[in-house]
């Protein structure tokens, strides 16, 4: 494919039908080569860069957020472009801008638990999927704290292919619950994923995708942060 980005996207074309407001989603984003660049940067990072979870490894960049405030870091430049990328979207309003990058990496049998973003971000969540692809689920929050509402059948999901973008707001952002079902495949269900008419080609009910490495570029707004950045 041509690796020269695209300047000019019209965001309102990739709006997702058929799901509450709001998703959008984007194939073919970053480029071919924008994939290997972010694979290999991230592989590459200090071992103390990654914090390890029981069913996965993550990477904070900008800062750690907390609900005191995040003290803000310097963003190194090669990932600093595709925030870049994504703030001349222009989804962010009130000149709000991409200063915090959470990278999630998921081999093949590992997911996440139904959860939703919260109130330490500006409600618009961007995600870059680069290696591998994965389906991502979507719940109806209950009036509940109740752990059982994260266990529920999903409704709905999006198939999120590599170098694609999904941006996520309003009623998806605070109403309901996503996650990723540990797994080593994904069956293609055409009724089910709403997201299939833009993807980047033609699936087939019932295709049979196998997942390898994924990482995931969750790219968002702290609004409480220091103004005081440090450098990594």
């Known amino acids: 494919m041509d690796d020269k980005l695209i300047d000019t996207i019209d965001v309102s074309s990739k709006c997702i039908s058929q799901t509450p407001p709001s998703a959008y989603y984007i194939s073919n984003f970053i480029t071919d080569n924008d994939e290997k660049e972010i694979i290999k ?3 590459n ?7 390890q979870l029981s069913h996965r490894r993550l990477q904070n960049w900008g800062g750690i957020p907390h609900p005191k405030g995040m003290i803000a870091e310097e963003i190194p430049q090669w990932l600093q472009k595709y925030m ?3 703030k001349d979207l222009n989804i962010f ?4 801008q991409p200063n915090h990058v959470l990278i999630n990496e998921y081999l093949p049998n590992q997911g996440i638990m139904g959860h939703s973003d919260g109130p330490l971000f500006h409600p ?3 995600t870059i999927t680069c290696g591998s692809h994965t389906l991502l689920e979507f719940t109806k929050r209950l009036d509940t704290n109740d ?3 994260r266990n529920l059948k999903s409704e709905f999901s999006f198939l999120l292919e590599p170098k694609s973008l999904l941006i996520l707001q309003d009623d998806l952002y605070h109403n309901y619950l996503h996650s990723i079902e540990e797994r080593d495949h994904d069956i293609i269900d055409t009724d089910k994923i709403k997201n299939i008419n833009l993807c980047s080609r033609q699936y087939n009910d019932g295709e049979i995708l196998n997942r390898g490495t994924r990482l995931s570029l969750t790219i968002r707004h702290v609004p409480k942060t220091s103004k ?3 450098k990594f």
Do not use: C, R
């Open 147 to 149: 752990d059982k509402e």
């Open 228 to 230: 005081l950045k440090l």
């Open 124 to 126: 618009i969540v961007t």
């Open 93 to 96: 309003k009130n000149n709000t």
């Open 41 to 43: 940067y991230v592989n």
């Open 84 to 86: 870049n990328k994504i």
């Open 45 to 51: 990072a200090p071992q103390p860069k990654w914090t």
